[in-house]
């Protein structure tokens, strides 16, 4: 038995989400090894301390202020010695503080950079789920990371793939990485015929459980587009460098291609509880719940190329991976607010590649030295797209 001082203390951002769900089903089954001592949720309170209830923290914090004496009349109410706390400064200090060893980001979008830097900054194992926090601000999260000795393990499950194949080697002998998409619920339509999309097929995914925003992202393929920056900068390779093949079965995870001709494959289910024991307990092979692949009755595997034609998404986010700078910032704030637009009806499918394409070339790339440059491109470009939404353009 693991003695008390040795338990990991994890905190779960994003507690309430698919992978925060997924985390704490991980962290249950290994109670002796590792226990959930901080849950943190944007404004779901009734989730939270259910959550709450069934995970005993030491304290639990509530993103949205107006939440907060419901929180803490809840876990007093049940008995509980939870500390409730609110806001996205309350959450940074736990983060970056002796509450806890482990983080796993999942909080979506921009909204998590804060804490995913807090707990970089602070020298804490990231577990990175928030792959916003790399687009938007990588070169800072890793030089934090390499200045603090944070050990970043990613989540993605193709991210996750390349890391766990690349422990095997130096990254000098890495000639390529290949990530694999599923396609989402449109493969293989082409661009007219995606016009009359509506929101409900948009998070329809054929394979993964995922909240709405980033079922959307993986239906235009934006998804793999963010998830090419991110593997840019935890793997340090150019995007000649980076491929992305579509594998609708959602086996093979990602390929790491090496200088002697031979490639590995990380295969696995497609469920997030995987990648998520892996970074709770590497370098060390822990339960997850997951059952093992049997290819038998997997059947084939096939792969494909993507249609950039039909789904520009991807060959923006390159572009503004190549472009460097603010870039990738613009990127990802106008393709949330053009995300959010869609699901609320307000514009269709392919207005959500046309208002990024529209952000990236009213707002040239710029120099992306400080946190204040990168957020002012942020709020510049969600300025600008939700002008254009508000405008009635693109429909």
Same mark, same amino acid.
């Given at each position: ?55 005993? %923290? ?40 002796? &509450? ?47 200045? #603090?000795?944070?050990?970043?393990? %990613? ?20 000639? /390529? ?9 449109? /493969? ?79 295969? *696995? ?19 997850? *719940? ?43 704030? $106008? ?17 959500? %590649? $046309? ?8 707002? %040239? ?14 709020? &510049? ?9 508000? #405008?009635?353009?693109?429909?």
């Amino acid at each position: 038995m693991q003695a008390a001082a040795d338990m990991r203390q994890v905190a779960v951002l994003g507690a309430t989400g698919s992978i925060g769900t997924s985390a704490l089903d991980v962290i249950a089954r290994h109670p002796q090894r590792m226990r959930a001592s901080v849950l943190a949720a944007g404004s779901q309170v009734d989730a939270l301390l259910a959550l709450c209830i069934a995970h005993r %923290p030491d304290h639990a914090v509530i993103s949205d202020p107006a939440g907060h004496a419901r929180l803490r009349d809840g876990l007093a109410a049940a008995g509980l010695h939870t500390e409730a706390h609110a806001g996205n400064e309350a959450l940074e200090a736990l983060v970056a503080g002796p &509450a806890c060893d482990t983080v796993v980001a999942a909080i979506v979008g921009a909204a998590g950079l804060g804490s995913t830097l807090a707990a970089a900054r602070a020298g804490k194992r990231l577990l990175l789920a928030n792959k916003e926090s790399l687009v938007l601000a990588g070169e800072l999260v890793m030089a934090a990371a390499r200045a #603090s000795g944070a050990d970043i393990v %990613p989540i993605d499950s193709e991210h996750s793939a390349v890391f766990q194949c690349m422990r095997s080697c130096r990254a000098e002998e890495v000639r /390529r990485i290949v990530l694999t998409a599923s396609g989402g619920p449109f /493969r293989g339509r082409d661009r007219a015929s995606l016009a009359e999309v509506t929101p409900a097929q948009a998070v329809a995914h054929p394979k993964w459980s995922m909240g709405p925003k980033i079922s959307v992202d993986s239906a235009t393929l934006m998804n793999k587009g963010l998830e090419v920056i991110e593997a840019h900068h935890l793997f340090g390779l150019p995007a000649s460098r980076i491929g992305v093949l579509v594998h609708p079965q959602s086996l093979v995870h990602a390929l790491v291609e090496y200088v002697d001709g031979s490639t590995l494959a990380q295969l *696995g289910l497609p469920d997030m509880r995987t990648a998520l024991a892996v970074g709770l307990g590497w370098p060390e092979r822990i339960e997850s *719940g997951v059952g093992g692949l049997d290819l038998l009755t997997q059947g084939r595997l096939e792969f494909e190329a993507p249609d950039t034609d039909a789904f520009p998404c991807l060959r923006l986010a390159g572009e503004a991976m190549e472009a460097g700078g603010t870039a990738p910032a613009v990127l990802n704030a $106008a393709n949330e607010e053009a995300v959010s637009a869609f699901l609320q009806g307000r514009i269709g499918f392919l207005g959500i %590649p $046309a208002l990024v394409e529209e952000a990236l070339a009213a707002l %040239p790339a710029a120099p992306a030295g400080s946190l204040d440059a990168l957020l002012e491109a942020d709020a &510049a470009a969600r300025r600008l797209t939700r002008q254009r939404i508000e #405008s009635g353009a693109p429909a």
